[in-house]
């Protein structure tokens, strides 16, 4: 009997005043029910919210779709377009609208699990993104081993 591979995601966006903002990102997440958002914490002082992300991760292949890569991509998508962030301010030492992502490796997964969806979702943002510019877009995509 397979065990059930889990990981999770932690996305820092530099916005936690832009209702609607949050609103459509939160929705663009919701795209992929596989990946839910688990907490939500929003800090009004740096003007920053953190969301956690988690699912489950396929047994074999690491060309299978996943939703936790495809939820924070959809995510990050949202926030450049609806963040301005040239009237953005906070207290943070904020890099870029999309400013940290994270993945874990939970139950019965690897931190190269982890490590390959990082990979996979930072060539993704290259790719799919490019014509951000480099104040909206200084994301960084990481592993974590806790």
């Given at each position: 009997m397979s065990k059930l591979m889990l990981a999770c995601c932690k996305v820092y966006i530099s916005e936690s005043r832009n209702k609607v903002a949050l609103e459509s990102i939160e929705r663009a997440a919701k795209l992929f029910p596989e990946a839910p958002i688990v907490n939500k914490f929003e800090d009004l002082t740096y003007n920053r919210v953190g969301y956690t992300l988690v699912s489950s991760l396929a047994q074999k292949s690491s060309l299978d779709p996943c939703a936790l890569k495809g939820a924070v991509l959809s995510m990050v998508k949202a926030a450049l377009e609806t963040i301005d962030f040239g009237s953005h301010c906070g207290s943070h030492?904020?890099?870029?609208?999309?400013?940290?992502?994270?993945?874990?490796?939970?139950?019965?997964?690897?931190?190269?699990?982890?490590?390959?969806?990082?990979?996979?979702?930072?060539?993704?943002?290259?790719?799919?993104?490019?014509?951000?510019?480099?104040?909206?877009?200084?994301?960084?995509?990481?592993?974590?081993?806790?």
């Open positions: 030492p904020r890099l870029g609208v999309v400013d940290h992502i994270c993945f874990h490796p939970l139950a019965h997964s690897s931190l190269d699990q982890a490590a390959g969806i990082a990979k996979s979702l930072a060539v993704d943002v290259g790719s799919s993104l490019q014509g951000s510019s480099p104040l909206n877009l200084s994301v960084i995509c990481g592993i974590c081993c806790s």
